[in-house]
């Protein structure tokens, strides 16, 4: 990758941030990963986890002012876990902007999702250093916006999966069982078919998704879904 190439994916990274870096060598060490060399990410991404659990917590607090102490918990561990943070470095184009040793690089290392999610932490551990809390918070509520105005506070509070057996369980009904149905793709960027079957009501829903647990979720909440609409027959 050319310099000049490089510059342009930090520049629209920057601009999905909302966020101009005033150390492009500290947006640098951000966005690489430890098999490039001994000046990585982990230190920003030790001091990124902090920031955006405090961060998420501020804007919880603000966001649901009626909430209780628990349900806030829920929703916290539920939208700073790696699956959300790797939506969102998916959204910025971090797989573009990261930097890897070769070998890392050739087994597909810039989808995956626990390398992409720990760069956005380390992003924001490096947006703390350079211009503090006040601004990376900022940047937190940017990047959380989009999910939290379209999201039921109780759905984002108890995934999919969860919500689905403590329906079937408060109906005293079986409990539902999944099964990875199809497996496409390479072993670094695999897309799962997975398959959802209650016994009572007998129904099969199926959900697919780049994780088998994101499938697995998918495919809870079409079972949800029904399950809202029809009932228990």
């Given at each position: 990758m050319t310099g000049a190439i490089r510059?342009?994916?930090?520049?629209?990274?920057?601009?999905?941030?909302?966020?101009?870096?005033?150390?492009?060598?500290?947006?640098?060490?951000?966005?690489?990963?430890?098999?490039?060399?001994?000046?990585?990410?982990?230190?920003?991404?030790?001091?990124?986890?902090?920031?955006?659990?405090?961060a998420v917590a501020s804007l919880l607090y603000r966001r649901y002012t009626t909430s209780p102490e628990g349900e806030l918990s829920r929703l916290r561990a539920n939208l700073v876990k790696q699956d959300p943070l790797h939506d969102i470095a998916r959204t910025l184009g971090v797989p573009d902007a990261l930097i890897l040793g070769e070998g890392e690089r050739r087994s597909g290392g810039h989808q995956r999702p626990s390398i992409l999610a720990d760069a956005v932490e380390a992003l924001l551990g490096a947006i703390y250093l350079e211009s503090g809390f006040d601004t990376a918070a900022q940047v937190v509520e940017r990047l959380y916006a989009p999910l939290l105005d379209s999201a039921d506070p109780a759905e984002l509070g108890k995934d999919a999966k969860t919500r689905l057996q403590e329906y079937l369980q408060g109906h005293r009904l079986p409990l539902p069982h999944y099964e990875v149905v199809a497996t496409h793709g390479q072993a670094h960027h695999q897309h799962f078919e997975v398959r959802v079957r209650l016994q009572k009501p007998a129904l099969v829903f199926e959900g697919q998704g780049d994780s088998r647990r994101k499938a697995e979720q998918v495919a809870a909440r079409a079972a949800l879904d029904h399950l809202a609409a029809h009932g228990v027959r």
């Open positions: 510059d342009t994916i930090r520049r629209i990274l920057e601009n999905r941030l909302g966020y101009r870096f005033q150390s492009p060598e500290l947006l640098a060490q951000a966005l690489t990963h430890r098999s490039f060399g001994r000046q990585h990410n982990e230190r920003l991404e030790f001091l990124g986890d902090s920031v955006l659990n405090c």
